[in-house]
């Protein structure tokens, strides 16, 4: 519930804000940031706030990082005043004034950013000190200290274009991180090296027609994508699961032809398109706190898509069958890509990620890490793609081959693995479909470790 603040309880929120300024100070002799929200009304903080003030923590952050500046203490706090945070930093002041002016005045959500770089002897540096102008009044860009003189604009109003604000950056935020996870995450799968009749570093595997720059291209192509699919998520977050994914078909169709474009015809990412897209709109569907819950995210993809192996199969004879996958469901009852989905991409959750893990976990590199992980998802699946370039029965012969290696040694060596990889080659044999899930893997990944 929103809990709107008397002025007694800011004056005492500014009162021990001061004070907690003056230890760190007195404690580390270094100047600090004190990051405020700046929110007109009655009600300082609620879930949209929350994540506003987040996302600058992000910025702020980020550009330390950049600037390679030391952080000797951070610190947050939220509470019905506010949300607050302290950075106390080994750096000289203009040069912090500077990092912060620039994030305040980057973009409109900065306008609602009060980053206070304050000086070992509790001075406040103006931005006069760097050569700015005052900041602007977030509604109509006139010097903001004169609006809030004047009382040009009421706290309804302010109110209103903070919400406006808020909810453009934060949407925009997410689905700029989505698509970056979503696009490292192909290009982690397609650089990890040896993978069997894959196209890797090593080589392009049973593939003539493409390598790895055909790949590099293609997932550059798709980045768009990935950013609409968040979107489309976040916009139906309320409806619906299986609305999101009615809508994400149209985009898939652009984005496979995209793909075909980047790739001069192609076809190197139609799979990723279709999973990575529907993880990225699970993205846009759960708040971003629970990016790094990787059950709460295969879930929703899972609610996305159920019904799907249904609708697509349903009416399926041998007269109409034509796509392997058809075939491989009227005869079989295989259904692939679909089925994963539908139940939460098993392959992933219980085999593909927690094998990654394990492996990063037992010391293995990410790329040896990956390798593994790339065999223990093909063990536990039924890949089409395998099928389609031999038989059924050579596909379960394969896995067969497969299971028995990792049971006598979970952590085979990359030597191993490149045997591995010539015998697909000789055998013209391509797990197409596990690496799309490798990606999946990765992607969840960087999730739970950099979110």
């Excluded at 995209?258 to 192609?266: F, I, K």
């Excluded at 759960?286 to 990787?294: A, D, I, K």
């Excluded at 005869?331 to 990620?353: D, K, L, N, S, Y």
Aim: glycine share 6%; hydrophobic share 40%; net charge negative.
């Amino acid at each position: 519930m929103e809990h709107p603040v008397i002025l007694q309880e800011m004056l005492d929120a500014r009162e021990r804000r001061a004070f907690r300024q003056q230890e760190l100070r007195n404690q580390y002799q270094a100047p600090l940031i004190c990051f405020t929200m700046n929110i007109a009304g009655p009600i300082k903080t609620n879930p949209l706030i929350r994540q506003g003030f987040e996302l600058g923590n992000r910025l702020l952050k980020n550009q330390l990082r950049a600037s390679q500046i030391t952080c000797l203490h951070y610190e947050e706090t939220t509470a019905v005043t506010g949300n607050e945070a302290f950075y106390v930093l080994d750096a000289d002041l203009l040069s912090i004034k500077r990092i912060t002016s620039d994030i305040e005045d980057c973009s409109p959500v900065g306008r609602l950013f009060d980053m206070d770089v304050i000086s070992v002897n509790g001075e406040i540096t103006g931005r006069s000190e760097i050569g700015l102008s005052p900041r602007l009044c977030l509604i109509c860009g006139k010097p903001a200290k004169e609006c809030a003189r004047s009382r040009t604009h009421t706290v309804e109003e302010l109110q209103a274009k903070t919400k406006q604000i808020l909810e453009e950056a934060i949407n925009t935020a997410d689905a700029k991180d989505a698509a970056q996870f979503a696009c490292r995450a192909l290009l982690y799968e397609v650089g990890t090296t040896p993978k069997p009749g894959l196209v890797d570093c090593a080589n392009s595997g049973s593939h003539t027609d493409m390598d790895i720059f055909t790949f590099m291209n293609s997932a550059s192509a798709l980045w768009p994508y990935f950013e609409s699919c968040t979107r489309i998520g976040r916009q139906t977050a309320d409806c619906p699961a299986v609305e999101t994914f009615r809508q994400l078909r149209r985009t898939g169709r652009r984005a496979e032809a995209d793909m075909l474009a980047a790739t001069n015809g192609v076809n190197t990412h139609k799979g990723a398109i279709f999973s990575m897209g529907i993880l990225c709109a699970a993205l846009g569907r759960v708040p971003r706190v629970q990016w790094n819950h990787s059950d709460v995210l295969l879930e929703e993809c899972a609610a996305m898509t159920s019904g799907l192996v249904q609708a697509d199969f349903d009416g399926l004879t041998e007269e109409n069958a034509r796509t392997t996958g058809q075939k491989l469901y009227l005869h079989h009852q295989i259904t692939g890509i679909r089925g994963q989905m539908e139940r939460g991409m098993p392959a992933v959750r219980f085999a593909g990620f927690p094998t990654l893990k394990r492996c990063l976990a037992h010391g293995l590199s990410l790329n040896d890490a990956g390798c593994i992980a790339l065999l223990n998802i093909m063990s536990s699946s039924t890949d089409t793609n395998l099928i389609a370039r031999s038989s059924l029965t050579v596909q379960q012969e394969t896995v067969s081959q497969i299971r028995t290696l990792l049971a006598d040694n979970p952590y085979p060596d990359m030597q191993t693995i490149q045997k591995i990889d010539q015998e697909f080659m000789k055998m013209n044999l391509s797990p197409g479909g596990s690496a799309d899930l490798l990606a999946i893997c990765y992607l969840l990944y960087f999730l739970e470790n950099e979110v």
